[in-house]
């Protein structure tokens, strides 16, 4: 039979009171985003009443925000530049990973240690040579353009490196005697072996992307080009008095992205046990 485990009155206590700083962090944590919701359905009235419930919802808010001319471009050119930067730069990255944890060429070092130090250099320092390459090849308004500064980062090569340098290199060898190519090797192994950690770069760089708001407004000037970080300021309703459909873009811009999230939450949690 299973013993039964007494709690001490003391640890009890200590029990509470977690629970308790737990349910009061996780009440801040989330009050912005239900107040985001609240104000979705407030009225001009009520933004200025300063209620934190509306006092009739106004459901029309939504409609407004998604009958707005060009919000699905927002949407569109969001989502899309989002997805191609988190491909592209996880790829990018892996590559260059791989290279310099599993292969041995001249210049190795130096070339690692230029790109460890770019992590010193401030991104508005970098922000106006930026915009004039960008500018002269053609891509302004063009997702090319939008993610052109997004397809690589320092920060998380080390990332990546040090979850493949954690697994060795006998693999390689290994995999190396047999025929096996480098891309298949990192097809087959490495990549299963790192999963978590090229997962969390990817939904970094998604998230990154897509939260980025001033690049996006310098390499864009149509609105139908812009992305819903850069759109939704430029809706038009706050000036109109109709903040709450403003609010109520950002809901639906927000609460689809957070369930996404949610989902790869559990995907890295499980991949982690599952390691």
């Given amino acids: 039979m299973r013993k039964r485990v007494e709690r001490r009155p003391f640890d009890t206590f200590k029990y509470i009171i977690r629970k308790v700083i737990l349910l009061i962090l996780a009440v801040l944590v989330a009050f912005p985003l239900l107040y985001m919701i609240c104000s979705s359905l407030f009225s001009a009235r009520d933004f200025n009443n300063l209620r934190l419930f509306p006092s009739v919802p106004k459901w029309g808010n939504y409609a407004k925000a998604f009958g707005y001319r060009y919000f699905t471009s927002f949407i569109i050119n969001s989502i899309v530049t989002s997805v191609l930067a988190a491909l592209i730069r996880t790829t990018v990255i892996v590559l260059a990973a791989f290279a310099f944890t599993h292969l041995r060429f001249k210049g190795k070092n130096l070339i690692l240690g230029a790109l460890v130090l770019t992590l010193f250099v401030p991104h508005e320092a970098v922000l106006y040579q930026n915009y004039k390459t960008v500018a002269t090849l053609g891509l302004i308004n063009t997702w090319a353009g939008i993610i052109a500064t997004s397809l690589f980062s320092a920060a998380q090569m080390l990332l990546l490196m040090g979850s493949f340098v954690s697994h060795g290199t006998q693999a ?9 190519t480098d891309i298949r090797y990192i097809w087959d192994v490495l990549l299963p072996l790192s999963g ?9 760089t998604l998230i990154t992307t897509f939260n980025n708001y001033l690049w996006p407004l310098l390499v ?3 609105p139908r080009s812009r ?18 459909a403003q609010m109520a873009a950002l809901v639906m811009v927000t609460v689809p992205f957070l369930v996404v999230l ?7 949690e499980t991949a982690l046990i599952s390691k």
Wanted: hydrophobic share 40%; charged share 20%.
């Fill in 172 to 180: 390689y060898d290994a995999a190396r005697i047999d025929g096996s």
């Fill in 196 to 204: 978590p950690a090229v997962l969390t770069v990817m939904i970094q």
């Fill in 220 to 222: 864009t000037n149509k």
């Fill in 227 to 244: 992305t819903i970080q850069v759109g939704v300021t430029m809706l038009g309703f706050s000036e109109s008095g109709e903040t709450g």
């Fill in 262 to 268: 949610a989902l790869a939450k559990r995907r890295i």
